[in-house]
Protein backbone atom coordinates (compact mmCIF):
# COMPACT_ATOMS: atom_id res chain seq x y z
CA UNK A 1 0.00 0.00 0.00
CA UNK A 2 1.06 3.76 0.07
CA UNK A 3 3.32 5.10 2.41
CA UNK A 4 5.21 7.76 3.68
CA UNK A 5 9.20 7.75 4.85
CA UNK A 6 10.37 10.83 7.28
CA UNK A 7 14.02 11.09 8.36
CA UNK A 8 13.99 10.65 12.02
CA UNK A 9 14.71 13.04 14.57
CA UNK A 10 15.23 14.71 16.62
CA UNK A 11 16.87 17.38 13.68
CA UNK A 12 19.07 20.40 15.75
CA UNK A 13 20.33 23.54 14.17
CA UNK A 14 21.57 26.50 15.15
CA UNK A 15 19.55 29.96 13.93
CA UNK A 16 20.14 30.61 9.92
CA UNK A 17 21.46 27.23 9.44
CA UNK A 18 20.09 25.27 6.34
CA UNK A 19 17.24 23.05 6.58
CA UNK A 20 16.33 19.84 4.44
CA UNK A 21 13.72 17.27 6.60
CA UNK A 22 13.63 14.50 3.52
CA UNK A 23 10.29 12.95 2.69
CA UNK A 24 10.05 10.32 0.25
CA UNK A 25 6.72 8.46 -0.66
CA UNK A 26 5.78 4.93 -2.19
CA UNK A 27 2.03 5.68 -4.17
CA UNK A 28 0.51 4.02 -7.05
CA UNK A 29 -0.81 7.21 -9.45
CA UNK A 30 -0.30 10.70 -8.65
CA UNK A 31 -1.20 11.56 -5.13
CA UNK A 32 -1.01 15.06 -3.87
CA UNK A 33 1.73 16.09 -1.10
CA UNK A 34 1.67 18.22 1.96
CA UNK A 35 4.01 19.27 4.61
CA UNK A 36 2.01 19.83 8.20
CA UNK A 37 3.49 21.38 11.01
CA UNK A 38 2.22 21.76 14.81
CA UNK A 39 3.69 23.74 16.83
CA UNK A 40 4.33 22.91 20.89
CA UNK A 41 0.71 22.81 22.05
CA UNK A 42 -0.94 23.58 18.52
CA UNK A 43 -2.71 21.59 16.27
CA UNK A 44 -1.36 20.88 12.80
CA UNK A 45 -1.49 23.66 10.49
CA UNK A 46 -1.00 23.00 6.62
CA UNK A 47 2.07 24.45 5.74
CA UNK A 48 2.49 23.62 2.17
CA UNK A 49 1.25 21.52 -0.77
CA UNK A 50 1.71 20.18 -4.40
CA UNK A 51 -0.56 18.36 -6.25
CA UNK A 52 1.38 17.50 -9.43
CA UNK A 53 4.82 16.66 -10.64
CA UNK A 54 7.63 19.28 -10.66
CA UNK A 55 4.73 21.52 -8.60
CA UNK A 56 6.81 23.65 -5.65
CA UNK A 57 4.85 24.58 -3.02
CA UNK A 58 6.16 27.20 -0.51
CA UNK A 59 5.42 29.27 2.56
CA UNK A 60 6.59 31.20 5.47
CA UNK A 61 10.18 30.41 3.89
CA UNK A 62 9.59 26.86 3.62
CA UNK A 63 9.58 24.79 0.02
CA UNK A 64 9.39 21.48 -1.38
CA UNK A 65 9.13 20.27 -5.15
CA UNK A 66 7.19 17.09 -6.00
CA UNK A 67 9.61 14.93 -7.56
CA UNK A 68 7.89 12.23 -9.08
CA UNK A 69 11.36 10.30 -10.58
CA UNK A 70 12.82 10.27 -6.91
CA UNK A 71 9.28 9.96 -4.89
CA UNK A 72 10.22 12.68 -3.01
CA UNK A 73 9.00 15.84 -1.34
CA UNK A 74 12.03 17.07 0.83
CA UNK A 75 11.37 20.18 2.58
CA UNK A 76 13.78 23.21 2.91
CA UNK A 77 14.29 26.75 3.94
CA UNK A 78 17.57 28.72 3.37
CA UNK A 79 17.63 30.10 6.91
CA UNK A 80 15.86 28.69 9.98
CA UNK A 81 14.54 30.42 13.09
CA UNK A 82 14.16 29.54 16.87
CA UNK A 83 10.23 30.03 15.77
CA UNK A 84 10.15 27.50 13.24
CA UNK A 85 10.96 24.96 15.99
CA UNK A 86 8.19 22.25 15.65
CA UNK A 87 7.33 19.20 14.91
CA UNK A 88 6.67 18.83 10.72
CA UNK A 89 4.71 15.80 9.25
CA UNK A 90 4.70 14.39 5.60
CA UNK A 91 2.02 13.32 3.92
CA UNK A 92 0.17 11.78 0.99
CA UNK A 93 -3.37 11.69 -0.07
CA UNK A 94 -4.64 8.66 -0.67
CA UNK A 95 -6.11 7.59 -4.21
CA UNK A 96 -8.98 6.05 -3.34
CA UNK A 97 -10.01 9.05 -1.36
CA UNK A 98 -9.84 12.62 -1.32
CA UNK A 99 -10.26 13.01 2.34
CA UNK A 100 -8.02 10.43 3.49
CA UNK A 101 -4.16 11.33 4.19
CA UNK A 102 -1.50 9.21 4.56
CA UNK A 103 1.14 10.34 6.94
CA UNK A 104 4.96 10.10 7.86
CA UNK A 105 6.20 9.72 11.31
CA UNK A 106 7.05 12.90 12.18
CA UNK A 107 10.18 15.06 12.57
CA UNK A 108 10.98 16.74 15.50
CA UNK A 109 12.79 20.26 14.65
CA UNK A 110 14.94 22.19 17.25
CA UNK A 111 16.49 25.50 16.40
CA UNK A 112 19.11 26.97 19.50
CA UNK A 113 19.74 30.14 19.46
CA UNK B 1 -12.79 32.11 15.04
CA UNK B 2 -11.48 29.33 17.33
CA UNK B 3 -10.82 26.71 15.32
CA UNK B 4 -11.08 23.13 15.65
CA UNK B 5 -11.55 22.78 19.36
CA UNK B 6 -10.92 19.06 21.25
CA UNK B 7 -10.77 18.02 24.68
CA UNK B 8 -9.68 17.18 27.54
CA UNK B 9 -5.94 17.25 25.80
CA UNK B 10 -4.69 14.70 28.15
CA UNK B 11 -7.15 12.04 29.79
CA UNK B 12 -5.69 9.32 31.74
CA UNK B 13 -7.74 5.49 32.27
CA UNK B 14 -7.14 2.63 33.69
CA UNK B 15 -7.79 -0.60 31.67
CA UNK B 16 -11.69 -1.61 31.28
CA UNK B 17 -12.61 2.15 31.82
CA UNK B 18 -14.04 4.06 29.08
CA UNK B 19 -12.86 7.20 27.29
CA UNK B 20 -14.87 9.94 25.42
CA UNK B 21 -12.82 11.90 23.60
CA UNK B 22 -14.75 15.51 21.70
CA UNK B 23 -14.27 17.56 18.82
CA UNK B 24 -16.04 20.93 18.45
CA UNK B 25 -15.61 21.58 14.27
CA UNK B 26 -14.78 24.99 13.01
CA UNK B 27 -17.57 27.28 12.68
CA UNK B 28 -19.39 26.41 9.50
CA UNK B 29 -18.06 23.33 9.04
CA UNK B 30 -19.60 20.02 8.90
CA UNK B 31 -17.46 17.44 8.07
CA UNK B 32 -15.35 15.90 10.73
CA UNK B 33 -12.46 13.25 10.48
CA UNK B 34 -11.08 11.14 13.54
CA UNK B 35 -7.10 10.13 13.30
CA UNK B 36 -4.97 8.19 15.47
CA UNK B 37 -1.33 8.35 16.10
CA UNK B 38 0.49 5.83 18.11
CA UNK B 39 3.71 6.42 19.91
CA UNK B 40 6.54 6.74 16.95
CA UNK B 41 4.10 6.22 14.37
CA UNK B 42 2.28 9.00 11.47
CA UNK B 43 -1.22 9.61 11.80
CA UNK B 44 -3.67 7.10 10.59
CA UNK B 45 -7.21 7.84 9.60
CA UNK B 46 -10.04 6.40 11.81
CA UNK B 47 -13.36 7.99 10.45
CA UNK B 48 -15.13 10.66 8.32
CA UNK B 49 -18.47 11.46 9.81
CA UNK B 50 -20.84 14.75 8.23
CA UNK B 51 -23.69 15.89 10.89
CA UNK B 52 -25.62 12.67 12.39
CA UNK B 53 -23.87 10.20 10.17
CA UNK B 54 -21.05 7.93 9.41
CA UNK B 55 -19.64 8.73 5.80
CA UNK B 56 -16.38 6.44 6.22
CA UNK B 57 -15.52 3.97 9.29
CA UNK B 58 -12.69 2.08 7.62
CA UNK B 59 -9.93 2.78 9.70
CA UNK B 60 -12.25 2.21 13.33
CA UNK B 61 -11.34 -1.11 14.77
CA UNK B 62 -14.18 -3.41 14.81
CA UNK B 63 -14.66 -3.72 18.64
CA UNK B 64 -14.68 -0.93 21.55
CA UNK B 65 -14.22 2.28 19.34
CA UNK B 66 -17.93 4.08 18.14
CA UNK B 67 -18.17 7.87 16.59
CA UNK B 68 -20.77 10.09 16.48
CA UNK B 69 -21.77 13.83 14.96
CA UNK B 70 -25.08 14.28 16.33
CA UNK B 71 -26.77 17.56 15.39
CA UNK B 72 -26.23 19.50 18.21
CA UNK B 73 -23.06 19.29 19.99
CA UNK B 74 -19.73 17.87 19.31
CA UNK B 75 -18.29 14.89 17.80
CA UNK B 76 -17.61 12.42 20.13
CA UNK B 77 -15.02 9.34 19.97
CA UNK B 78 -15.66 6.77 22.43
CA UNK B 79 -13.21 3.73 23.52
CA UNK B 80 -15.20 1.48 25.71
CA UNK B 81 -13.18 -0.88 27.79
CA UNK B 82 -9.39 0.39 26.94
CA UNK B 83 -6.22 -1.38 26.79
CA UNK B 84 -2.75 -0.33 27.01
CA UNK B 85 -2.95 -0.78 23.13
CA UNK B 86 -5.47 2.76 23.15
CA UNK B 87 -2.50 4.81 24.52
CA UNK B 88 -2.27 7.18 21.71
CA UNK B 89 -2.70 10.94 20.83
CA UNK B 90 -6.16 11.30 18.59
CA UNK B 91 -6.59 14.18 16.24
CA UNK B 92 -9.40 15.39 15.02
CA UNK B 93 -9.76 17.72 11.73
CA UNK B 94 -12.89 19.53 10.42
CA UNK B 95 -13.81 20.73 6.71
CA UNK B 96 -16.58 22.39 5.23
CA UNK B 97 -17.03 20.15 2.19
CA UNK B 98 -14.95 17.23 1.94
CA UNK B 99 -11.56 17.11 0.80
CA UNK B 100 -7.76 16.53 2.03
CA UNK B 101 -6.80 19.77 0.61
CA UNK B 102 -9.06 22.23 3.25
CA UNK B 103 -8.15 19.93 6.63
CA UNK B 104 -7.85 22.09 10.02
CA UNK B 105 -7.15 20.01 12.88
CA UNK B 106 -7.28 20.18 16.37
CA UNK B 107 -4.11 20.08 18.68
CA UNK B 108 -5.02 16.62 19.51
CA UNK B 109 -6.40 14.72 23.07
CA UNK B 110 -3.68 12.39 24.47
CA UNK B 111 -4.92 9.36 25.86
CA UNK B 112 -3.07 7.01 28.30
CA UNK B 113 -4.15 3.98 29.72
CA UNK B 114 -2.52 2.64 32.53
Known amino acids: GDSVTQMEGPVTLSEEAFLTINCTYT??????LFWYVQYPGEGLQLLLK???ADDKGSNKGFEATYRKETTSFHLEKGSVQVSDSAVYFC????????????WGAGTKLIIKP | NAGVMQNPRHLVRRRGQEARLRCSPM?????VYWYRQLPEEGLKFMVY????????ESGMPKERFSAEFPKEGPSILRIQQVVRGDSAAYFC????????????FGAGSRLTVL
Open chain 2, 93 to 104: ASSPTAGANVLT
Open chain 2, 27 to 31: KGHSH
Open chain 2, 49 to 56: LQKENIID
Open chain 1, 27 to 32: ATGYPS
Open chain 1, 50 to 52: ATK
Open chain 1, 91 to 102: ALSDRNSNYQLI
